[in-house]
């Protein structure tokens, strides 16, 4: 099946700095989310996003489905940006399940 | 506009009992799926529902089963629960798959304690 990976597993920044999340897959996908959850496990929709680029105040993001890959930009960090990201695919031949790769734990501190 | 619920949000069971977890679709969806999320790891796909029927089954035993009813919400069923069952169970609903942009949306999720 699809291989989804996320890079980097953790990452801690000082408010204000700007990060990017990135997000590889092994096969074309016809779905790609990003997700945020909060300590309290609600995962809250970024973006759908299977290809191209968007933005969302703070937030973007961009996928090049060519180069099976997406990257989540965050700038001006805020502490509430704290959690873990996931992104998640669906495979071309998978029907309706999302894969989620293992998430990246940003910390962000005042 | 409500979006999806589940409950119970939290729960404890002991080895060998039975638990059912509910869920309410956003309005306007009639596909829910439901997720395990074990700590530390990602979610990971058990089944969806569509028409009140099972219509992909991820990689679990039979021991967890599923339930759609007539008004799009749905149950998840695990039977003889192992310690391993704990986890984050989310439920998501979207629009149905092939219908445009599949969007899932999701619950906060209930908390399962298998001791």
């Known amino acids: 099946g699809i291989q989804v990976e996320q890079s980097p597993p953790d990452l801690i920044l000082q408010e204000g700095a700007n990060s990017t999340l990135r997000c590889n897959f092994s096969?074309?996908?016809?779905?790609l989310q990003w997700f945020h959850q909060n300590p309290w496990g609600q995962l809250i929709n970024l973006f759908y996003i299977p290809s191209g680029t968007k933005q969302n105040g703070r937030l973007s993001a961009t996928t090049v489905a060519t180069e099976r890959y997406s990257l989540l930009y965050i700038s001006s960090s805020q502490t509430t940006d704290s959690g873990v990201y996931f992104c998640?695919?669906?495979?071309?031949?998978?029907?309706?399940?999302?894969?989620f790769g293992q998430g990246t734990e940003l910390s962000v501190k005042p | 506009d409500a979006g999806v619920t589940q409950s119970p949000t939290h729960l404890i069971k002991t080895r060998g009992q039975q638990v059912t977890l509910r869920c309410s679709p956003k309005?306007?969806?009639?596909?829910v799926s439901w997720y395990q999320q074990p700590l530390g790891q990602g979610p990971q796909f058990i089944f969806q529902y569509y028409e009140e029927e099972e219509r992909q089954r991820g990689n679990f035993p039979d021991r967890f089963s599923g339930h759609q009813f007539p008004n799009y919400s749905s149950e998840l069923n695990v039977n003889a629960l192992l310690l391993g069952d704990s986890a984050l169970y989310l439920c998501?609903?979207?629009?149905?798959w092939g219908t445009g942009a599949n969007v899932l949306t999701f619950g906060a999720g209930s908390r399962l304690t298998v001791l």
């Open positions: 998501a609903s979207s629009v149905p």
């Open positions: 096969d074309s996908v016809n779905n």
């Open positions: 309005s306007g969806h009639d596909t």
């Open positions: 998640a695919v669906r495979g071309d031949n998978q029907g309706g399940k999302l894969i």
